[in-house]
């Protein structure tokens, strides 16, 4: 598969900084014995395609990001390229994620290395859906 980059510029990617906000609801998520667990009602981002949640703090043991894929399933990752550590956007249209940094790290929704400076996949996490919730195993 072709890499596709973010369109980030390279000041945004020699900094770092990540495409993915954080949520617009801060409380649309909660870490219940070691389980994240994310109210869809309240996460609008995850409503289309390619949408994704950036979460981190707050009693989160990593940061996590969730993605929505185009055929409706999720994907979690630790939000963390196994390059230098830099976060995670999703890739619109291509069923990846990308690291943001200047090594455009790459991987497909099971955390595998597609292309870039990473060596490793990433770390996933199980993703299930239980009555308007994601229960995120961590
Ligand atoms: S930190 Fe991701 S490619 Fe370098």
Excluded at 15 to 28: E, I, M, Q, W, Y
């Amino acid at each position: 598969m072709d890499e596709k980059p973010l369109k980030r510029n390279f000041l945004q990617r020699l900094l770092g900084l990540c495409a993915t906000p954080p949520p617009r609801d801060p409380d649309c998520w909660q870490v219940r014995d070691g389980r994240l667990v994310v109210d869809l009602a309240r996460a609008p981002e995850l409503e289309r395609p390619d949408g994704a949640l950036r979460l981190e703090g707050r009693g989160l043991p990593q940061r996590v990001l969730v993605v929505r894929a185009a055929g409706g399933a999720y994907h979690a990752f630790r939000n963390r390229c196994t390059h230098a550590g830099r976060r995670l956007d999703p890739l619109p249209g291509a069923g990846q994620v990308q690291c943001c940094s200047v090594g455009k790290s790459t991987f497909d929704h099971g955390g595998r290395r597609i292309a870039g400076s990473a060596r490793k996949d990433l770390v996933t996490f199980p993703v299930h859906q239980e009555e308007g919730r994601l229960v995120i195993t961590l």
